[in-house]
């Protein structure tokens, strides 16, 4: 495959995932309307969100098995077609022509959440394919691109919605609608091999729980998805609450912590493709770790608008931090998945990582919300993230040697067959 053709299913691949997160962050400026419409209780509202990452918990080592079997780029175009569909779903459900429009809703957003799935489960899968030696690289900048969709979402959603509910979600279809031929040319360009489906019809989803190099890289995912899922679902009520900060304010700087993390993703990318993955997820738990006993120390001494600004550059921080836990995380999956069971798997494995990545979105709201009623304390409520951090890199250090082992040794084998 040449240059060419790489650099235009890289760019079908960023189409794509900034596609799934729009979706994903469209409907938040959307809720407090859904809410007056349809008598929610808040419970009701939120629940709304968080539906988008169950089928990636429940599903995700289905996708990774149908990725195998029949190639990543057929399922990133069938999924695009099917967050078309369920983008114009929210319509039907907005316009209550055939009753209650909730229980619509919450379907489209189980099913909005499936496409999403499979389109990350299949464009790391193919990614890890295309880009093997320069897969650290590639991976971090695919989460910085889709970081982008993650922010035009509420920004489209919002605008367009306090316009046209109609033109909003017709915007949200055209989207997934204006990529999916773009996927569908590249499944001509991508051959994929009917080899491909013979070790998974071998492997259990068991075995990634069981082989204890690859529960301990799960279990790190968990670890550091928790803090960004408590942080994301934290963070606004302690700009407004702690801080006093606005709404307007509170937007911005979301919005530059957003981009802190994507510009994280691409960074720690580059180094994991140079240097291999291990030492800097040593450096990215130690820098989160003390970037949130900071933030926690600065809430509880400092007052005004200089805490303000302190606690807003610290979590920045922790932000470019907490994707050096993260990132490197993908070529991990990718090598050992690979050394442990041969080529062939990548889809299952990456299918796996992201039932471990959407238990820790889910577990860091469910997490941060009793902590702070236990402890009526923003102070003791974010210094106390830091205990799943320790625990990170307590687990990182414990099994270097193996991590870096298993790293080395597939990266030598790959060097071996160019």
């Known amino acids: 495959m040449n240059e060419r053709q790489l650099k235009f299913l890289f760019f079908v691949l ?38 988008w990452a169950v089928p990636l918990f429940l599903l995700g080592p289905m996708t990774g098995r149908v990725v195998d079997r029949f190639g990543a780029m057929p399922i990133i175009f069938i999924s695009l077609v099917l967050l078309t569909i369920t983008s114009l779903l929210y319509l039907v459900a907005v316009q209550e022509k055939y009753g209650s429009g909730f229980y619509l809703l919450a379907i489209a957003r189980l099913l909005h959440g499936l496409a999403g799935a499979s389109i990350m489960t299949a464009g790391f899968s193919l990614a890890s394919e295309l880009w093997p030696l320069k897969f650290g690289e590639t991976s971090g900048q695919l989460i910085g691109i889709a970081v982008i969709g993650g922010l035009l979402g509420p920004v489209i959603g919002g605008i367009t919605f306090a316009y046209s509910p109609t033109l909003a979600f017709l915007t949200l279809a055209a989207v997934p609608a204006l990529v999916s031929p773009l996927a569908f040319i590249s499944m001509r360009t991508v051959k994929h091999h009917q080899s491909k489906a013979g070790p998974t019809s071998t492997i259990s989803i068991m075995a990634f729980i069981k082989e204890p190099m690859l529960f301990r890289i799960g279990m790190l995912v968990v670890l550091a998805t928790l803090a960004t899922g408590a942080l994301e679902a934290g963070v606004p009520l302690l700009l407004q609450e702690a801080l006093g900060l606005g709404s307007a304010s509170i937007g911005l700087i979301l919005l530059g912590l957003i981009l802190f993390q994507g510009l994280g993703g691409w960074f720690w990318g580059v180094k994991v493709d140079q240097k291999g993955p291990i030492r800097y997820m040593i450096w990215g738990w130690i820098l989160v770790s003390i970037s949130l006993l900071v933030c926690g120390f600065v809430i509880w001494f400092v007052t005004g608008n200089q805490s303000v600004w302190i606690v807003v550059g610290v979590l920045a921080i922790f932000q470019f931090a907490i994707a050096a836990t993260q990132v490197p995380m993908l070529p991990m999956i990718d090598t050992a998945t690979n050394q442990l069971f041969g080529s062939g798997s990548a889809g299952l494995a990456f299918g796996a990582f992201g039932t471990a990545w959407a238990a820790g979105t889910i577990l860091g709201p469910l997490a941060i919300g009793p902590m ?47």
């Open 14 to 51: 960023c189409a794509a995932f900034i596609a799934n997160l729009l979706g994903y962050a469209f409907i938040v400026p959307i809720l407090p309307s859904w809410k007056t419409q349809f008598a929610l209780n808040n419970t009701q509202a939120t629940a709304l969100v968080s539906l």
């Open 372 to 418: 702070l009623d236990l402890t009526n304390s923003w102070a003791l409520t974010v210094s106390a993230l830091t205990i799943p951090m320790v625990i990170g890199l307590w687990i990182t250090i414990a099994n270097k040697e193996m991590l870096t082992t298993c790293y080395q040794d597939e990266m030598n084998a790959r060097l071996g067959d160019e």
